[in-house]
């Protein structure tokens, strides 16, 4: 139950909100689909989306790299539709400076441990993956504080509350009578 179970359960409830698809160098796991889960491109591409800025923000985690296209967030933006963007720390703060009133949450697993026996229950990673995801981890919990929100994804569905208060707070006056 990690970050993708808890937005794919927070995209099922709220279909309005716009999803950001990532582009990654990593190649796709069983199942994924392209356009749908990422854009699947060589290094060599991914390298050229950077240089021709085209996108909103980059980072390489765990020996591949990860990117938001740009211009897709601000036409959805511009549309008035809410964005969610599912990256990683680096990431995170490219947008900060680029959009700095975006709601920045951090979803934390409820330990290390927690977030390795997750990792190795997934069994799509090698051990030298495995090592180098959880010290990006360590390194993201360190800099939790630079967020804007914290929620523990201990438990999905009080996560799954959490996260959704924040991005739709109840109306004032609604559910009184």
């Not at 179970?5 to 160098?25: C, K």
């Not at 991914?46 to 800025?53: G, H, K, R």
Request: hydrophobic fraction near 35%.
């Amino acid at each position: 139950m990690g970050k993708g179970t808890l937005v794919s359960q927070l995209r099922q409830r709220h279909p309005e909100l716009y999803f950001s698809v990532s582009v990654t160098t990593r190649p796709p796991r069983p199942g994924e689909q392209e356009g749908v889960n990422y854009y699947f491109r060589t290094r060599e591409e991914f390298l050229n989306l950077i240089e021709a800025d085209e996108l909103l923000e980059w980072a390489q985690y765990a020996g591949n790299f990860y990117g938001t296209p740009r211009e897709i967030v601000f036409q959805k933006l511009s549309q008035g539709q809410d964005v969610l963007l599912e990256i990683e720390l680096a990431g995170a703060r490219q947008v900060r400076q680029q959009c700095p009133d975006a709601i920045r949450i951090f979803l934390s697993p409820p330990s290390l441990e927690e977030l390795e026996r997750r990792i190795r229950e997934r069994g799509q990673d090698s051990e030298a993956s495995i090592q180098r995801r959880l010290q990006q981890a360590r390194k993201e919990l360190d800099a939790k504080d630079e967020f804007d929100y914290v929620i523990v994804n201990d438990n999905l569905e009080q996560a799954l509350q959490e996260l959704e208060a924040l991005l739709y707070p109840p109306s004032p006056g609604k559910g009184q009578s």
